[in-house]
């Protein structure tokens, strides 16, 4: 009889746990498609339809008892919206350390397209998806604060799609908080509506003591970095990773139609954002608790605040050189020349730097004799232009001298009988460097000072110009 009763417990906890599985499901659904809905046109920022979407989050987080604050803020003369909601903790010691969840709820509103039609960009992934798990997680959060230590702000970001504006300004001006540094997590979630069966992305766990353990689960497919280094997306996390604050992103990618009118409600993988929202609900739980909830003080290198005081690179360029002739109708003609070597930089201000190296260089040059062909060691120096250093594109300009020594030179057989060839030169430099993360594309220009021609007043002088590839170790 006894085994029965325990058969038929096991029964009921299961029904009861598929039923609520299913509530939950059906919640995120109901979400989506409302923020989806046509009528609302898109959710575009500072439109109606955004407008209609921040107050459909409103009505629903206050009907669950949440206590919210709508964030105004103006933007060229417009006027947007971030959605506040705030689950304090009754803990004595740490109620005034926060956890903050963000999600973006604005999308690209109605455009032509090539055929002249009107079409609306509903962004169910992009990000009705994070949206509808935010909300969720707010009213299980409210349902169940006594399980929290530290306090929960959940945020409704507006205006991402025109640059980050919405949570540029909550980092600027957070609320209810009076300093920023008392949110000790954020967690934002963007186009989280694709899972798929795949692995949820997590980044930014290395910025956070214990990050990994915190994250980790035996419930979903996890793919974590410790950083995010992505160089041409950007999310709202990364206002407040700028600020040194742990900030985790997490999405299920960018395999959705990402930015087209075909990210509808009925493509979204319900199931999998309720795993993702149990996950999180998890993750938030345990964070809260953390005895010790701590910055590793360390970051990807888009969201330091400042370039390392020094950097140290690589670089390697291929090119033409010549030498340089002043007297009579001859001229030499172009060669080539390649060298690499590494850099060491000393970024003293935040767009000033002075830059010192060491390259060996093999050249060709042809003159009247023949080809020359010589291998330089090469110590340029010299003053940096620069976009910061830190920053995922940028650009630098570089200009100042060298000094150069000749290490070997194999010169035509007319030429080995007395010609005096100076085997130093001083000279100037001139380059323009495009970054792009941790990599860097440009031209660089020499031009010797010195008559090559040692003991003669016949004077010729060498120069180069060069593609040039360039890798920061560190930045």
Known sequence: MSEIKTVVCLILCLSFSLTLKSQQTDILRKDVFTLCSDSLEG?????????????????????????IHRQEFK??????????????????????EYILIGAHYDHLGIKTNKQGKTVIYNGADDNASGTAILMQLARRMQKDRHLLKRSIILVAFDAEEEGL????????NPMPIS???????????????WLKGDALKISGTGMIENGKALFESD???IDAKRFDR?????????????????????????KSP?????????????????????????????????????????????HKQKSDMVSFGLNASVGSARQNYHFGNVTGRDGYAFDAGLFMQYNKYRFLAFRIGAEIERNLTKRIEGQMMMTNLYIPFGIVLQSPLQE?????????????????????????????????????????????????????NRYGLLNMNKGSLDRINYSSGTFRIVYYINR
């Open 43 to 67: 959710r575009k920022a500072f439109s109606p339809g955004g407008e209609k979407a921040m107050n459909y989050i409103c009505y629903e987080l206050q009907k669950a008892g949440v206590n």
């Open 75 to 96: 933007y060229s003369n417009q006027t947007g919206c971030n959605v506040v909601a705030v689950v304090e903790s009754d803990d004595e010691e740490f109620k005034n």
């Open 165 to 172: 504006i919405g949570s540029r300004y909550f980092s600027e």
């Open 179 to 193: 300093d920023i540094h008392q949110i000790k997590l954020m967690i934002n979630l963007d186009m989280v509506g």
């Open 219 to 221: 419930k979903i497919k």
């Open 230 to 254: 992505s160089m041409f997306t950007d999310s709202d996390f990364s206002c407040f990773a700028k600020k040194q604050i742990p900030s985790i992103s997490i999405t299920t990618g960018t």
């Open 258 to 302: 990402y930015h087209k009118p075909e990210d509808d409600a009925e493509l979204i993988d319900y199931q999998g954002m309720n795993d993702i929202c149990n996950y999180i609900y998890d993750v938030v739980i345990k964070a809260s608790n953390e005895a010790v909830l701590k910055s590793s003080g360390k970051s990807a290198t888009r």
């Open 392 to 444: 995922s594109i940028g650009l630098s300009l570089i200009f100042g001298g060298y000094y150069s020594n000749n290490l070997h030179m194999d010169m035509p057989s007319e030429m080995e009988n007395g010609a005096r060839i100076r085997p130093n030169d001083i000279g100037l430099t001139f380059s323009v460097e495009m970054r792009i993360g941790s990599l860097g594309f440009g031209v660089s």
